[in-house]
């Protein structure tokens, strides 16, 4: 087992990272920007290392900084939490090359799932449903007319290194194509430096459904079920639960063999989740697989009573899993209160947290790395909180999560509490009644 773990990355993530660690008997380093100094996770790691000024780009993606902080602490292993270079392959191949364990994905299959052209041709090959769609990148915008026309409208263009929203445009007739195409390249240029574009289907009416996968160094993978997480806007989720009330249990079979069927194709090592979109026929589709530990892991660790953080640590270790599926025993709901101002278009709030009071009680956990008198800094995610209620049914679930938000009490900073609130008494949200389009119609 490894001696000590560095932990690239901040707040609650960082946090959550080191509680696991410690429970282990395991040493670890956390390293921060100048803006991070009182962050939680830098107090109560072992040792904290100062990598760099506030803007990301210069600090936690870093990565000569990174190494560097690794070395001077002897640390043998680097946990990149999610976000920043979870998923950069050159991150992952230069911890190989300095013989410090990379926790996560190898720079083969970093690269395999991260550009999405490359990803799409191996779950083809591997019979993984996938969205029609063209063919590797389209080289100009008759060629996109052409394959528009074979795929059928509406189709969506999206950058092939894209993420978050960004690149993403859908076309619902010919005419719009070559102002959308113009505008998806300029985007997509501009956030990733790589101008490359494919297209697909759109899918109308979906569901975000994913699956939560786990593989080890000897070729065993296994599922631990489903998160539903189709509350989102502009492509950022606001909620997640598990199991999805749109779920029945043929479709989690189907799911749950598609995703390891994913997994296999490129011998994955470590805890992923494989994305789909679900239409309303319960028909899936490939979208793409997160090679890290996601935001949501939380909701999945409460209905099948496991740490996945530690699931990852003993998996980079080289420890062999069962390769048997888990189901969910219990429900779970995760609010992300973020510091936006949902009454303003959810514009960012950083800010000093002047009063901070957090809901306690049966069935709740609260993620996160900030208390009364903490900053949020306004250079990196506007993530506060993650609040999970358990319950064991979907109706407890939603009740006792009425309750802790009417508990959680954070003042000085704006908050995301008041939309949680309005969304968990929301009638087609406690029927079941959503697909990633809800928050278009959702009135806040």
């Known amino acids: 087992m490894f001696k000590k773990i560095l932990i690239a990355n901040r707040g609650e993530i960082a946090l959550r990272v080191i509680r696991t660690c410690k ?4 040493k670890t380093v956390a390293v921060y920007s100048t803006a991070d100094k009182d962050s939680l996770h830098v107090r109560f790691a072992d040792e904290a290392v100062c990598i760099g000024p506030p803007p990301s780009a210069k600090s936690y993606l870093q990565i000569p900084n990174i190494i560097a902080a690794a070395e001077i602490t002897n640390a043998d292993a680097i946990h990149p939490g999610y976000g920043f270079l979870s998923e950069n392959a050159k991150f992952s191949k230069v911890c190989q ?21 490359t990803a799409k041709a191996t779950m083809i090959a591997a019979g993984v449903p996938c969205i029609p769609g063209s063919v590797g990148l389209i080289k100009d915008v008759a060629d996109a007319k052409k394959q528009a026309a074979k795929i059928k409208y509406p189709v969506i263009i999206k950058a092939t290194a894209g993420g978050g929203g960004k690149g993403m445009r859908i076309v619902w007739k010919e005419e719009d194509m070559q102002k959308l195409w113009d505008s998806a390249k300029q985007e997509a240029a501009a956030s990733f430096g790589n101008d490359g574009i494919y297209m697909e289907k759109y899918i109308e009416e979906p569901r975000h459904i994913e ?15 489903e998160r539903d997480c189709s509350i989102q806007r502009r492509h950022q989720k606001l909620v997640e639960e598990t199991p999805s009330p749109f779920m029945t249990d043929a479709l989690r079979k189907k799911m749950g063999d598609a995703a390891k069927k994913a997994a296999a194709a490129v011998k994955y090592e470590g805890v992923g989740t494989v994305e789909f979109l679900v239409d309303k026929n319960r028909d899936f589709y490939f979208m793409e697989m997160n090679t890290r530990i996601q935001v949501e892991h939380t909701i999945t660790e409460e209905v099948i009573n496991y740490d996945l953080i530690k699931e990852q640590i003993k998996i980079a270790a080289g420890h062999k899993i069962s390769g048997k599926d888990y189901f969910p025993t219990m429900h779970a709901i995760q609010c992300r209160i973020n510091a936006e101002d949902p009454y303003n278009d959810f514009r960012p709030s950083p800010g000093k947290i002047t009063e901070y009071h957090e809901p306690g009680g049966h069935g709740l956990r609260i993620d996160t790395h900030v208390y009364a008198g903490y900053t949020i800094p306004p250079h990196y995610d506007s993530m506060i909180a993650k609040l999970i209620t358990v319950a064991q049914t979907r109706e407890e679930a939603i009740l006792k999560m009425r309750r802790a938000l009417d508990e959680y009490i954070i003042e000085g900073v704006k908050s995301t509490i008041p939309f949680h609130r309005k969304l968990m008494v929301n009638e087609d949200f406690n029927k079941g009644n959503f697909t990633t389009k809800f928050m278009e119609s959702f009135e806040f």
């Open 97 to 117: 090359e300095h013989n410090i364990k990379f926790i996560g994905a190898t720079p083969e299959q970093i690269d395999g799932m991260g550009d999405k052209a």
């Open 211 to 225: 699956i939560q996968i786990a593989g080890d160094q000897f070729g065993a993978v296994c599922h631990l079920s």
């Open 23 to 26: 429970e282990m008997g395991i």
